[in-house]
């Protein structure tokens, strides 16, 4: 278990530094009007660092090994989905907007099937007899 210590600043306020137990779970946050050779920051392209995040929602599937892509959280639209799927695996081209129509499109509304008030039929009951009996095979 990793316990959060707090955030620590720089004297010029440009960078914070989230301190953790755990020094791979560190991390700093820079802001954008820090120089970038002052403080020798390379910007990265979000794909490269493109984590998957487990979901609540996913609790128990099978996306819960594997999580979700940032970047596919971050898809709002079927043509941003299209433009995800497209980029981000290997689907074939006539499956992509079908992908994308289903987790960015309209949702159908779902109708319930009505609840069956029939009236329960009575279970038959048997008689158990006691005794000698004959039978006949023609």
Not at 33 to 42: F, G, M, P, R, Y
Not at 83 to 90: I, Q, V
Request: net charge negative.
């Amino acid at each position: 278990m990793f316990l959060f210590e707090g955030f620590g600043s720089s004297i010029d306020g440009n960078i914070s530094v989230a301190v953790c137990s755990n020094p791979k779970m560190e991390y700093e946050i820079i802001s954008h009007s820090a120089s970038s050779t002052e403080h020798n920051i390379e910007w990265l392209d979000k794909d490269r660092v493109d984590y998957n995040f487990v979901l609540p929602e996913y609790k128990d599937t099978y996306l819960e090994e594997c999580g979700v892509p940032i970047s596919f959280l971050e898809v709002q639209t079927v043509d941003e989905g299209i433009m995800w799927y497209s980029k981000h695996t290997d689907m074939p081209d006539c499956m992509i907007p079908y992908l994308a129509e289903y987790h960015w499109g309209k949702k159908p509304s779902v109708i319930l099937p009505k609840k069956n008030n029939k009236k329960k039929k009575p279970v038959p009951t048997m008689e158990i007899k006691h005794g000698k009996f004959l039978i006949e095979f023609n």
